[in-house]
């Protein structure tokens, strides 16, 4: 969050948390995008591979559905977080799709 108080700019931060600018920035954006690419991208294709996730309670769940693991991961970093949104929309979006071309054969 970001206001003006007599010209200058207050930021307020997490506590714990830092402010970077430039190339900083854009690089550590790059590495969290990867690391997110780099969880799903294992479980695409033919020979797709599950993946074991484990919870903080103990629960086991096997699974090479890519928005179920997107879904169980917990992200920090601000740019991750919107990638996983963005990939949540986009599936929410297919599934709709989907529903409405069964609707339109089961109608026809």
Not at 23 to 28: C, D, G, L, T
Not at 38 to 57: E, H, I, Q, W
Not at 74 to 80: G, L, N, Q, S, T
Request: some cysteine; overall charge positive; charged content about 25%.
């Amino acid at each position: 969050m970001a206001g003006q108080l007599a010209g200058q700019q207050i930021l307020i931060l997490r506590e714990g948390s830092q402010r970077t600018k430039g190339r900083e920035a854009q690089n550590n954006n790059i590495m969290a995008a990867k690391a997110v690419a780099a969880a799903v991208r294992t479980t695409l294709g033919p020979k797709g591979m599950d993946k074991m996730l484990v919870d903080s309670m103990g629960d086991i769940v096997i699974t090479n559905d890519g928005a179920t693991i997107l879904q169980a991961m917990d992200i920090e970093h601000p740019a991750a977080k919107m990638i996983v949104e963005v990939a949540k929309t986009r599936m929410m979006r297919s599934e709709m799709a989907q529903q409405r071309r069964r609707c339109l054969q089961v109608n026809s």
